[in-house]
């Protein structure tokens, strides 16, 4: 009997959770859409020809090799199921805070390829060329090894010499922090210069450093933190995703990409039969592992990070938010009205969180309560620093004034009161907030994390 009101009562869970994320995903989308429509009409660009009107939707998007200045751009990397410049109409998935500075981008990586698969792109995008994914790990997961072409990249003078601050939110902090260990170790081909030295800071903003408890909850097996539970959310996110790229319509993949291009996973390319083969399992990215919740796992964060070093050159720093408190000994969400309703009901689950008694723990000395405060999506204590399967050099910071003076290789982290979205997609939530996380994060970029000299800032004459 208790088993029949268990699973009762984790249909009508994920019932309301499906509805909950699909009612936001058409939010968004149709958001994106109205926008679009506004904007073609006070352009007066609805009434030309579709040729044009194309034209005039690309205008939004970045102009390759736009970042010039002697100031290092500040590259903002999305996270999951995220979106760069250019996709959804004029939607800002950093909500606007591109804006704060006069040299960042903001790229298009996949929104739900692997930590690896994005680092690539990230690469090419920046310097130009044809992405290559490398022809190892293309055999080992069975995708083409060769993606988008960009035909001039948006800072293609990228070198030691001309660094870069990356700032990532969610899963975009480990896709830098890869980023930066594939440069280390010359893993472009054709690019025999490469070095750590590239990277000038790096800033996580509600980074999944060390993995989040929410992928066992959406149903990844904790016995592996690979393979998919047979019901659960992440299954019907499979199955959308894989008709998705299945239809291949142009104007929906205009406006939002998974970014599975290289599994080939199209009607043109992989027919009915291939749909079938996508849908049973037998193929594609999620069958092989390489996407991107096996890589927010426990298990896939420590396989991740045990190749990742922090490097004794780059400036870190890291916000970890929370959402939760603590009430008679039980931790609980802190707030109802503060949090999104995407996350609320995983604040809570987050929180009460425990690992199977019958499963080995992920890694030895494993905690329950260790990770019960979260913000609704990552545990707050896998936001601070690289922590697993080694704590790498950090620094608790209280108040701001503690971020000077810095040093290179060290973390510095703070905590913050918010959940996981609300530095992002609508500036309102955080108010004052979002302004004074940004500012902060950008004036330390231009301020404080150089190596030598610090560069003339605009409006700044040298003494």
Not at 283 to 296: A, K, V
Request: aromatic share 12%.
């Amino acid at each position: 009997m208790k088993r029949f009101w268990y699973g009762m009562l984790t249909v009508v869970e994920l019932v309301v959770s499906s509805a909950v994320h699909l009612l936001y995903g058409f939010y968004i989308f149709s958001t994106a859409v109205a926008s679009d429509l506004s904007q073609a009409l006070a352009d007066a660009s609805f009434f030309l020809p579709i040729s044009n009107r194309k034209a005039t939707h690309s205008i939004r998007e970045e102009e390759p090799g736009h970042c010039r200045s002697a100031l290092p751009p500040i590259v903002l990397v999305h996270g999951i199921f995220g979106f760069g410049k250019g996709r959804l109409g004029g939607l800002s998935y950093f909500a606007g805070a591109e804006k704060k500075d006069d040299h960042v981008l903001v790229p298009d990586l996949g929104s739900l390829t692997s930590i690896h698969d994005r680092a690539r792109e990230l690469f090419y995008y920046l310097k130009g060329g044809r992405v290559d994914y490398g022809e190892e790990h293309s055999k080992i997961y069975g995708h083409s090894r060769f993606g988008r072409v960009y035909d001039k990249g948006h800072y293609p003078e990228w070198d030691e010499q001309h660094p870069i601050h990356f700032v990532g939110h969610s899963a975009g902090a480990q896709v830098a922090r890869l980023l930066q260990q594939m440069l280390a170790d010359k893993a472009f081909e054709g690019y025999d210069n490469t070095n750590d030295k590239w990277v000038l800071s790096l800033t996580s903003l509600s980074g999944a450093l060390n993995g989040t408890t929410r992928t066992y909850l959406d149903g990844m097996q904790p016995e592996d933190g690979r393979s998919l539970k047979h019901v659960s959310l992440l299954q019907l996110c499979r199955l959308g995703v894989i008709v998705y790229d299945w239809l291949d319509i142009p104007l929906l993949k205009s406006y939002y990409n998974f970014g599975f291009d290289h599994f080939n996973m199209s009607w043109k390319k992989s027919g009915i039969w291939g749909l079938l083969d996508c849908l049973l399992g037998i193929t594609g990215p999620f069958t092989s592992g390489d996407w991107i919740l096996p890589d927010l796992t426990l298990q896939g964060s420590i396989k991740l990070n045990s190749s990742l070093q922090t490097f004794p050159n780059t400036f870190y720093f890291s916000y970890a938010t929370k959402r939760t408190t603590k009430f008679m000994g039980i931790t609980m969400p802190s707030s109802v009205l503060g949090i999104h309703p995407l996350l609320f009901i995983r604040v809570l689950q987050m929180s009460q969180w425990r690992h199977p008694s019958d499963i080995s723990p992920p890694y030895k000395g494993y905690r329950d309560e260790d990770w019960e405060d979260n913000d609704g999506a990552l545990n707050t204590i896998s936001m601070t620093h690289p922590r697993l399967p080694v704590d790498h050099p950090n620094h608790l910071v209280i108040d701001e004034s503690d971020f000077s003076p810095l040093q290179p290789g060290i973390w510095y982290y703070k905590i913050v009161e918010a959940d996981h979205i609300s530095f992002i997609i609508n500036r309102d939530r955080a108010g004052m907030q979002f302004d004074l996380m940004y500012d902060g994060i950008f004036q330390r970029c231009r301020k404080h994390a150089f190596r030598t000299a610090p560069p003339t800032l605009p409006n700044q004459s040298q003494n």
